[in-house]
């Protein structure tokens, strides 16, 4: 019952932007955390930016470098990646992922949205 979606992806030109979406539904008592990662081909999946919304704590990786913000809105259960400034380099499908918690007796458990595309041209 629990479900994880992502939009927001397209087709964009390089100094471009993009807001990516990730709404959690269903049955669960909180969220520890949500975040994005991306996979280029050939590459392996990394982390993009995550943030835990007790505190409204955040993470990015390096690449970021300033041009990525991710928010959460406490209400609707959604989170959101603004991209500013994408570079070819930024190709690749993203991955929201949602910590949620299911159990009031047990531990969080992760949850994974479809992947979305984002393509920046040069």
């Known amino acids: 019952q629990v479900q994880v979606v992502d939009s927001g992806g397209g087709l964009v030109q390089a100094g471009g932007s993009l807001r990516l979406s990730c709404a959690a539904s269903?049955?669960?008592?909180?969220?520890?955390?949500m975040g994005w990662h991306r996979q280029a081909p050939g590459k392996s999946r990394e982390l993009v930016a995550s943030?835990?919304?007790?505190?409204?704590?955040?993470n990015y990786a390096p690449f970021v470098n300033g041009r990525f913000t991710i928010s959460i809105d406490k209400v609707k259960n959604t989170a959101y990646l603004q991209m500013d400034r994408l570079q070819p380099e930024d190709t690749a499908i993203y991955y929201c992922?949602?910590?949620?918690?299911?159990?009031?007796?047990?531990?969080?458990?992760?949850?994974w949205g479809q992947g979305t595309q984002v393509t920046v041209s040069s």
């Open positions: 992922a949602a910590s949620l918690r299911t159990s009031r007796f047990e531990g969080a458990s992760n949850f």
């Open positions: 269903g049955s669960f008592f909180s969220i520890n955390a």
């Open positions: 943030i835990v919304p007790n505190g409204d704590v955040t």
